[in-house]
């Protein structure tokens, strides 16, 4: 009788040290803050789907590395075009948004467009298509980038952030830099989305964010 007694007691104390881990590992993950750390990936869809996003995202950010607006054409959605903006805030009826042959003369297309306006000083951002791409889309090498976020805004700063209302059936990718400097203003990201065209996922927007006052 004293040796079921034991048992039971010892039993009843395992069920409760086991229930407690779990409540403190819970509140650990969903009560406390999340905080994204150098060198981490975020991952927030399933498996499979973050092995094409990440094939995607790459495969356009080594296009943009070369410059070659041909091949970054060939991922561009045929129907919506590519949207472009400079800031996380998108606003469709002003944002540039160019179709596929338009994406693929990108390198040699000598028309200044308006991309916007500046935050700072609300100046009208007026640049070739190929000084938008270096000043707008890859300031930075994205495809080193050490930290990719799935259809999760990775950081923000100022700005609104507007992507999923702005497009609510797409995925998007972030490729983030996380800040070097001490202020932890130098941040910045990439944020490629894409939508659906009859079972394939095609780019429909470039979007830059960064620090802004």
């Given at each position: 009788m004293k040796k079921q007694l034991f048992s039971l007691v010892c039993l009843l104390l395992g069920a409760a040290l086991g229930i407690g881990c779990f409540l403190l590992i819970r509140y650990l993950s969903d009560g406390a803050p999340r905080r994204v750390e150098p060198?981490?990936?975020?991952?927030?869809?399933?498996?499979?789907?973050n092995e094409e996003l990440t094939r995607l995202a790459l495969g356009v950010a080594d296009t943009l590395r070369k410059g070659d607006y041909k091949a970054l054409s060939e991922y561009v959605h045929p129907v919506y075009g590519l949207v472009f903006s400079p800031y996380s805030t998108i606003n469709l009826s002003s944002n540039q948004c160019f179709t596929v042959n338009?994406?693929?003369?990108?390198?040699?297309?000598?028309?200044?467009?308006?991309?916007?306006?500046?935050?700072?000083?609300?100046?009208?951002?007026?640049l070739t298509a190929r000084q938008y791409f270096e000043s707008y889309v890859y300031d930075r090498?994205?495809?080193?980038?050490?930290?990719?976020?799935?259809?999760?805004?990775?950081?923000?700063?100022?700005?609104?952030?507007?992507?999923m209302a702005a497009f609510p059936e797409a995925q998007f990718v972030d490729l983030y830099f996380p800040p070097a400097s001490a202020?932890?203003?130098?941040?910045?990201?990439?944020?490629?989305?894409?939508?659906?065209?009859?079972?394939?996922?095609k780019l429909t927007a470039l979007i830059h964010s960064a620090y802004t006052d």
């Open positions: 060198d981490a990936v975020v991952v927030e869809s399933g498996s499979v789907q338009r994406v693929e003369i990108a390198g040699s297309d000598t028309t200044v467009y308006t991309w916007g306006t500046t935050v700072d000083s609300g100046e009208p951002i007026q090498d994205y495809a080193q980038a050490p930290i990719i976020g799935f259809n999760t805004v990775v950081r923000s700063g100022n700005a609104l952030e507007n992507v202020e932890g203003t130098d941040w910045s990201i990439l944020r490629m989305v894409f939508e659906d065209n009859g079972g394939t996922l």
